[in-house]
């Protein structure tokens, strides 16, 4: 089995599930700037968070034959102070040269407020204007659905953003299909207890096609699981899905989205 696993939080794990990833077919990780366990005070934090995703990080992952990309952004549940948000999204530029930095993300909302919708705006700009890749995070549980109209409003509103170049994450039953429709990829999250588990996860794709879909762990300091993509692709043979079926969702799909980045390369 191959697959590539296009949202993991390593920063947080340990080199073990680097080993397991490897071992289990992981042929790629991608990791999105994340909230850090607690609210950072400064842009100094972030700055040095930056050099860990695009230097250190991908050295660590190197030892154990594993690629590694990021995404930078100020996260959504930091994003609530939009001066500190200002002075973090002024460092981004300086990285994005770098050799494993495919765009910006993970950006999106948490508790949808207007100061979390303001910086969002400000990322899409950044985004459009060095012309990356975005990978945007929908909120949890009761907000999700409110919260993915209000991303995909913003988005269609903004005349530079290719919806082709847009991954909106952790979506879930009921708002699957609003992203789908409106042009963009859909990220379906295999986390235990705020997201999808395989079941439904299956469910998803079953029922609305495997086109413009990727599976990814989302793991981190959390109770999560580096290995829920293969874990789920098995409960996939299980229902009778082909290895042909199983390797576009897995592989194929993040790799066709994520070779729009010329960086990406395995």
Request: glycine share 6%; with cysteine; proline share 5%.
């Amino acid at each position: 089995m191959r697959y590539i696993e296009p949202h993991a939080h390593m920063v947080s794990r340990v080199t073990d599930d680097y080993v397991a990833m490897v071992t289990a077919g992981c042929a790629a990780v991608c990791e999105p700037a994340f909230w850090a366990g607690f609210d950072r005070s400064s842009a100094q934090g972030f700055f040095d968070y930056f050099s860990q995703l695009t230097e250190h990080e991908p050295k660590r992952a190197a030892k154990f034959g594993l690629p590694h990309f990021t995404w930078l952004c100020i996260n959504p549940k930091e994003a609530e102070d939009v001066a500190l948000a200002d002075d973090v999204i002024a460092l981004i530029p300086q990285f994005l040269t770098k050799a494993n930095v495919l765009g910006i993300g993970e950006i999106g909302l948490n508790k949808n407020t207007r100061n979390e919708l303001a910086v969002l705006e400000k990322h899409i700009a950044l985004a459009v204007e060095h012309d990356q890749l975005i990978l945007v995070h929908t909120p949890h549980l009761e907000d999700k659905l409110k919260g993915t109209r209000l991303i995909v409003d913003l988005l269609k509103g903004h005349s530079g953003v290719k919806p082709g170049r847009v991954i909106i994450d952790h979506v879930e039953e009921h708002t699957v299909e609003i992203v789908l429709n409106a042009g963009f990829w859909a990220g379906v999250t295999l986390y235990p207890e705020s997201k999808c588990t395989p079941a439904r996860a299956i469910d998803i794709f079953e029922n609305f096609g495997r086109e413009n879909i990727w599976l990814n762990c989302a793991c981190d300091w959390g109770v999560s699981d580096p290995l829920a993509v293969p874990k789920t692709a098995l409960e996939m043979r299980k229902r009778g899905h082909s290895a042909e079926t199983i390797d576009a969702l897995i592989y194929q799909n993040p790799l066709r989205f994520l070779s729009q980045c010329a960086k990406f390369k395995l």
